[in-house]
């Protein structure tokens, strides 16, 4: 089993930015993809961004490409996602995920999430 905290999340004006962070913890011997994905209200949860294992490719969802970045440390068993130029359509709550694929585009694809936490872009 491996549990995953977030962290970071907040409030902030439309074009700050906001750093999250995902703590891996249980057996992280294990190579992992992560990835992060949101959910709005009302709305389906959607894939953010992926990263594989060794950190050498990543996937972003379309409407954050070129504002997030995601990236990882694997001696601090740590993913995060560096979030720029945040627009009020990015609100949602960011939920942390891990896979034993080589990469995760699809939430069905995922097997450890964390809670959530939340990133509320005011205009």
């Known amino acids: 089993q491996v549990q995953l905290v977030e962290s970071g999340g907040g409030l902030v004006q439309a074009g700050g930015s906001l750093r999250l962070s995902c703590g891996a913890s249980?057996?992280?011997?294990?190579?992992?993809?992560m990835g992060w994905f949101r959910q709005a209200p009302g709305k389906e949860r959607e894939f953010v961004a992926t990263i594989t294992w060794r950190g050498e490719n990543t996937r972003y969802a379309n409407s954050v490409k070129g504002r997030f970045t995601i990236s990882r440390d694997n001696a601090q068993n740590t993913v995060y996602l560096q979030m720029n130029g945040l627009k009020p359509e990015d609100t949602a709550v960011y939920f942390c995920a891990a896979t034993r694929l080589w990469v995760g585009l699809q939430e069905s694809e995922y097997d450890y999430w964390g809670q959530g936490t939340q990133v509320t872009v005011s205009p």
């Open positions: 249980g057996r992280t011997s294990s190579r992992l993809a």
